[in-house]
């Protein structure tokens, strides 16, 4: 087999127009789950847990085993020895690049410049961080079974003295904006990432990281909360079935309209989450006010949604409640099952809480 030399974009000979009613149902739903973003006050703090989740799923695709519950209990308590640590650091790290990410097209437009910044990101400390972070590969990969031989490839994306050009163009046409619904260029572009498979480790993570991005950058989303690694994972086989078409059989409609149906059905869930959240944070108010009878009651809300899991020390620093009056709180919710100890106080070691609601939400 030899290594696969992609169509150029914009690509030619697609029938656009038979997608126009899944193109318009997946914007629909988009607008429909943007329309919730918007009406919340403080969509930063109330859905900030599923940037983690969306971590914990896309790094668990790659091979990582942990959980939200596990890399919100690190945070809470850091420490070295965790036996998890090297996964939960990969989760980290792609909730950094993801964040750094958005943070950077607030002030700067989309460049491979930036790609390979976040790229040097996720790979920080942690597998693969050897294999040339923060640059396009220049070595020939291969996609197979664990430790197939070259021979056995199913595919072998592009050789590495062409990554640089593909890559232009991929740049080209990211900023591309020329009748195409940047859906349907969304499609394209994270089929055709996957495809030139630019680095040599890391691939997966960065094409999914950029669908957010993508759909920040076109304004299709005011926030860049919308997750869709989650759909892919329960839909693995199907998913890289549908992208390898387009390798073996050049059939980019087929790629384009499973990616529409993906978009549309995971809409609809963050949907259904962000209104959980949102029935949640409405629900806690109510019940905390009336048992703690306090002034801080958003601030303990607020430090709730941003942190499930916390340690009591924290929680009184980012509450930024004094330290009597949140010791005090904190033990009449516990009283009322808002929260539960994970860990008990010890030593100089502050106790562990969780909100398990929360938690129960943004997991299903």
């Known amino acids: 087999m030899k290594p696969w030399v992609p169509e150029k974009l914009p690509l030619k000979d697609i029938n656009w127009t038979g997608f126009l009613r899944i193109t318009g149902n997946a914007r629909a739903e988009l607008a429909r789950y943007d329309g919730i973003q918007l009406g919340i006050v403080n969509p930063d703090v109330l859905l900030s847990p599923l940037i983690t989740q969306e971590a914990v799923v896309s790094s668990r695709i790659e091979g990582t085993r942990t959980t939200l519950e596990e890399v919100l209990k690190f945070e809470a308590n850091p420490d070295k020895e965790y036996p998890k640590y090297a996964d939960v650091e990969e989760v980290l790290n792609y909730r950094r690049a993801l964040r750094y990410g958005v943070q950077s097209l607030d002030e700067r437009n989309f460049s491979l410049s930036l790609l390979k910044e976040m790229h040097s990101i996720l790979l920080e400390g942690v597998r693969g961080e050897n294999k040339g972070k923060g640059d396009f590969r220049k070595n020939r990969v291969w996609i197979g079974t664990k430790g197939a031989k070259i021979e056995e490839a199913r595919f072998i994306p592009p050789d590495p003295l062409l990554v640089q050009e593909y890559m232009d163009n991929f740049q080209e046409y990211y900023q591309y904006d020329d009748q195409i619904d940047p859906v349907i260029q969304l499609a394209i ?11 040599e480790d890391g691939n997966g993570r960065m094409g999914r990281i950029l669908i957010p991005i993508f759909l920040y950058y076109k304004h ?11 759909y892919f994972e329960k839909d693995r086989d199907n998913y890289c079935d549908k992208l390898h078409s387009i390798t073996e059989n050049k059939d980019w409609e087929g790629w384009i309209e499973y990616f529409l149906l993906a978009v549309t059905e995971q809409a609809k869930i963050n949907i259904n989450k962000a209104k959980a959240i949102l029935g949640l944070y409405s629900q806690k ?44 709180i904190l033990n009449i919710l516990k009283k009322e099952d808002v929260i539960t100890t994970l860990q008990e106080a010890e030593g100089r070691r502050p106790a562990v809480m969780m909100f398990p609601k929360l938690l129960y939400i943004v997991e299903s």
């Open 220 to 230: 299709l989303i005011s926030l860049p909360n919308f997750y869709i690694s989650a």
């Open 189 to 199: 572009l994270h089929a055709q990432f996957e495809i030139i498979h630019p680095f």
């Open 285 to 328: 108010k109510e019940k905390i006010s009336s048992v703690v009878r306090s002034q801080y009651t958003i601030k303990v809300l607020d430090t709730l949604f941003r942190m499930p899991i916390f340690n009591t020390k924290d929680f009184t620093r980012l509450s930024e409640i004094p330290k009597r009056s949140a010791e005090r």
